[in-house]
Nanobody, 123 residues
Framework: QVQLVESGGGLVQPGGSLRLSCAASGFTLHYYAIGWFRQAPGKEREGLLCISSTYDNTYYADSIKGRFTISRDNAKNMVYLQMNSLKPEDTAVYYC????????????????WGQGTQVTVSS
């Protein structure tokens, strides 16, 4: 079955960096797009960005442009979220997800989700 497992979260100071990883199994990663999302306490889940099977990037959130990037390593069945210049407002649980589509769909249609990894940005 489709499984996504996030890792790499933790506590980081404002201005710092983290790289989150999403390990995919149960499907052939290189055919499909993967998206990253986050949910802060008391807020709705927010789409961040997505990478298609052909490495095209789609940003769902303007607030992360210039700070967050997405990449994939199909040989390792991994997708990464590099987060730089982190701010306290980036504190959230971060999720990767897939709709098993080769292109980046709208941020509300993803069916398969990981369990999330906590990112806390605080001094």
């Amino acid at each position: 079955q489709v499984q996504l497992v996030e890792s790499g979260g933790g506590l980081v100071q404002p201005g710092g960096s983290l790289r989150l990883s999403c390990a995919a199994s149960g499907f052939t990663l290189h055919y499909y797009a993967i998206g990253w999302f986050r949910q802060a306490p008391g807020k709705e889940r927010e789409g961040l960005l997505c990478i298609s099977s052909t490495y095209d990037n789609t940003y769902y959130a303007d607030s992360i442009k210039g700070r967050f990037t997405i990449s994939r390593d199909n040989a390792k069945n991994m997708v990464y979220l590099q987060m730089n210049s982190l701010k306290p407002e980036d504190t959230a649980v971060y999720y990767c997800a897939t709709e098993l589509s080769s292109v980046c769909e709208g941020s509300t249609v993803y069916r398969y989700w990981g369990q999330g990894t906590q990112v806390t940005v605080s001094s």
